[in-house]
């Protein structure tokens, strides 16, 4: 079992900018990858963007060229920086961390509300 602990999110003017960190309870040395979804009022849990174990990065198109997806790995930490944001990328955002077997972890989530 893994917990894992977001930061707080929080408000912020259209073309701000945003770091979110997902904390471990342990090491992650059997998790593969590590990631950012986010849930719109009335929409479903969509990927922001996934990190695998060698570093290599996916992002939704919504997040490219404005969000950073990076991992510490001494720490167990994974982080979203999000830069330029807009009002669409107001969500609960939802740290993941999948199992090398397959079993997906999920934080709290934590909400980040854009105003313009």
């Known amino acids: 079992q893994v917990q894992l602990v977001e930061s707080r999110g929080g408000l912020v003017q259209a073309g701000g900018s945003l770091r979110l960190s997902c904390a471990t309870s342990?090491?992650?040395?059997?998790?593969?990858?590590r990631g950012w979804y986010r849930q719109a009022p009335g929409k479903q849990r969509d990927l922001v963007a996934i990190?695998?174990?060698?570093?290599?990065?996916t992002y939704a198109d919504s997040a490219k060229g404005r969000f950073t997806i990076s991992r510490d790995n001494a720490n167990n930490t994974v982080y979203l920086q999000m830069n330029s944001l807009k009002p669409e990328d107001t969500a609960v955002y939802y740290c993941?961390?999948?199992?090398?077997?397959?079993?997906?972890?999920w934080g709290q989530g934590t909400q980040v509300t854009v105003f313009s």
């Open positions: 993941n961390a999948r199992h090398r077997l397959g079993m997906p972890y």
């Open positions: 342990r090491s992650t040395f059997d998790i593969n990858v």
């Open positions: 990190i695998n174990s060698g570093g290599s990065t």
